[in-house]
């Protein structure tokens, strides 16, 4: 039952994101990626609404902001007890990472009206993982995973078209006693960025005129 809540309230947050997004201090990436620890995977979905707090310009910017990731994992070795690894699997496992970072972004991602083609982003803060079996139940101390800690966070942002994207690394250590043998948490997922554009709605119509007498010379020729 807590995995229909949880996904429940992940539908509820994905019905106010257009609102969100229309907002300019805000900025909404969801997308989809992996994350990877010993014998540990997953497939997950992200929703990371950000606050901007201080805006150094439309190019630059410092948030904070949280993500919602949850998924499941496939085929996973992980269980922390003495039996080998291979002596069973998980068939289907949950998967729930909320981290919450400040970051600092220049350039394409920074805020709503950045309106620029490339742009990255570095942050730090502090995140909490938690997965498990959703079978085998004589297994579940062994097999359920706990990991918290300090968060490092990048993010590459480009263009495609008229609509920006993210490749998003994220590295969370393990600072929890539980699963000592899983020192962190690689995440890496592309994002797409709500409400942002790489050019202002006049311009890009400017852009692809350009770009269509372009191509009209072209054939010409």
Known sequence: MKYVFLYLFLLCITSVL??????????????????SAYHYDGFMLNV???????????????????SLATGFGISNKYRYNGESAESRKMDAGYR?????TVNYTF?????????????????????VHI????????YKDSSAVTVSGLVLDAKFNFPLRNTSWSLHPSYMFNY????????????????????QKIYPKSSYREYREIRAQGKRYQHEQ
């Open 176 to 195: 929890d006693t539980k699963n000592p043998d899983i020192t962190g948490l690689l995440t890496i997922s592309l994002q797409y960025n709500l409400g």
């Open 96 to 100: 729930l990472s909320i981290p919450v």
């Open 131 to 138: 997965g498990g079996s959703m079978g085998y139940p004589r």
């Open 48 to 66: 990371e609404p950000r606050l901007n707090l201080y805006k150094f310009s439309d190019q630059s910017g410092l948030s904070v902001g949280t």
């Open 107 to 127: 350039g394409n991602g920074a805020t709503p009206v950045a309106f620029k083609k490339f742009g990255y982003s570095a942050g730090i803060g502090y995140g």
């Open 18 to 35: 257009p609102a969100v997004a229309q907002n300019k201090r805000f900025v909404l990436p969801v997308g989809v990626g992996g994350i």
